[in-house]
């Protein structure tokens, strides 16, 4: 909700400041979003929210949602970007490159949180809500972060079992889900094989202990040079991540 205002202070610049705020910290989200937890009625936000667009503080993206804009930036001077604001940037050239839907995931205990979404191009994709979650088990991008976890933290994870079986592909038994993140490991990327959603293959990398990127592929357009391309792209991207965004 809106912070109490102080005496003396201004209510368009408090709501702009509440505004700016809730979209940098919670990531991209719609106007009905942002009125609810602001309290700044959609009639006035409308108007508020063109101004941080053509000021560069805030973007517009093509589903109506609003992103941190590259004024923030700017203002941010000499200030580290977070890995997820790293990320962010350079998501799109990996759905250019591979024509699919890029998914960027941040591990909240013993799933993954979906934080920004690129979607593909072709009516027939993958589409992950922003702030759904997952089980790391499941998912590519999941299992890209437990291939980070050492012997101990991957003894203690399976450990927590059982996990859900999603369906006949979904990996739930210890000895099989180890051996599969030693080989997501091994070659640096993971692949999720319709374990969570039929119809749906993940390709992942992690970025860090806590978030990892994904494209998601429809089964009837995946063969071994999509994967191939895929691969290439989410490595090209963390590495960019690594480097501080630059792609």
């Given at each position: 909700?809106m912070?109490p ?5 201004v209510k368009s610049?408090?709501r702009?400041?509440?505004t700016?705020?809730h979209?940098a910290?919670?990531g991209?989200?719609?106007a009905?979003?942002i009125?609810?937890?602001t309290?700044?009625?959609?009639s ?5 929210l063109?101004?941080l667009v053509?000021?560069?503080?805030l973007?517009?993206?093509p589903?109506?949602t609003?992103?941190s804009?590259p004024?923030l930036a700017r ?5 580290p970007?977070s890995?997820?604001?790293r990320a962010?940037?350079v ?10 839907t890029?998914s ?9 949180e ?9 009516e027939?994709?993958?589409?992950p ?10 998912f ?8 980070r976890l050492d ?7 399976l450990a927590r079992g059982?996990r859900?079986r999603?369906?006949?592909h979904t990996?739930v ?11 997501s490991?091994a070659r640096?990327f993971a692949?999720s094989?319709?374990?969570?959603s039929?119809?749906?293959i ?8 806590l978030?990892s990127?994904s494209?998601?592929i429809?089964?009837p357009?995946?063969?071994?040079e999509?994967?191939?391309r895929?691969v290439?792209?989410l490595?090209e991207a963390?590495?960019?991540v690594?480097?501080?965004g630059?792609?």
């Amino acid at each position: 909700m809106m912070k109490p205002q102080t005496p003396g202070s201004v209510k368009s610049a408090a709501r702009a400041i509440d505004t700016v705020e809730h979209v940098a910290q919670h990531g991209p989200c719609n106007a009905r979003a942002i009125a609810r937890a602001t309290g700044i009625p959609e009639s006035s936000l409308s108007y508020l929210l063109a101004t941080l667009v053509d000021r560069g503080w805030l973007e517009q993206r093509p589903d109506r949602t609003y992103a941190s804009g590259p004024g923030l930036a700017r203002l941010a001077g000499l200030s580290p970007a977070s890995v997820a604001e790293r990320a962010r940037s350079v998501m799109r050239k990996v759905t250019a490159i591979t024509g699919e839907t890029t998914s960027l995931f941040i591990r909240q205990g013993d799933e993954i949180e979906v934080l920004d979404v690129v979607h593909s191009s072709h009516e027939l994709r993958f589409t992950p809500a922003v702030g759904s979650r997952m089980p790391l088990h499941s998912f590519a991008g999941g299992k890209a972060l437990l291939a980070r976890l050492d012997r101990t933290g991957l003894a203690a994870y399976l450990a927590r079992g059982p996990r859900t079986r999603f369906n006949e592909h979904t990996l739930v038994e210890d000895a099989e889900l180890r051996a599969d993140i030693e080989r997501s490991r091994a070659r640096g990327f993971a692949v999720s094989h319709e374990e969570h959603s039929l119809g749906v293959i993940g390709v992942a990398v992690a970025l860090d202990d806590l978030h990892s990127l994904s494209v998601a592929i429809p089964t009837p357009r995946f063969d071994a040079e999509v994967e191939k391309r895929a691969v290439a792209a989410l490595q090209e991207a963390a590495e960019a991540v690594a480097a501080g965004g630059r792609s």
